[in-house]
């Protein structure tokens, strides 16, 4: 428990399933601030409920989004201000986008691939985006 006393964790996807075990796991045991990103204001009370759930103010919520190279460098530089150096990185942001690869439109007969963009919104988010800092 003593190991964690001094650090400092960047979470992402902080404000759901694994982001949001993992942050709690680390408040409960003696993390001195535990930073949760996620996209979703939800993180916020989140954030509440670990705090008091500890008794103390170690969690702090951010909404952003961690593809976006400027928002990462933000928060980053806000962190490293406020806490000092994130020595404890846990990128556990996710997303899905359930679609067919290709699907028929009924009403044109056409076919319809799946959208380019969200096919790169998925791969940025689950395969590029864990936390690594600034740009």
């Not at 001094?6 to 045991?29: F, M, Y």
């Not at 962190?79 to 942001?93: K, L």
């Amino acid at each position: 428990m003593h190991r964690l006393k001094d650090k400092v964790a960047i979470v992402t996807g902080g404000g759901s399933g694994i982001g949001s075990a993992v942050s709690r796991e680390l408040a409960l045991r003696g993390a001195r601030a535990v930073v949760m990103i996620d996209r979703r204001d939800q993180v916020f009370e989140l954030a509440e409920s670990i705090n008091a759930e500890v008794g103390r103010q170690v969690a702090e919520a951010h909404v952003g989004d961690t593809t976006n190279d400027t928002f990462r460098g933000q928060i980053y530089d806000e962190i490293t201000a406020r806490h000092g150096v994130a020595s404890i990185c846990v990128p556990a942001a996710g997303i899905t986008r359930d679609a067919l690869a290709v699907k028929l439109n009924k009403d044109t007969g056409k076919a319809e691939p799946y959208s380019i963009f969200q096919f790169r919104e998925v791969t940025e988010v689950n395969l590029i985006a864990g936390w690594h800092g600034p740009a």
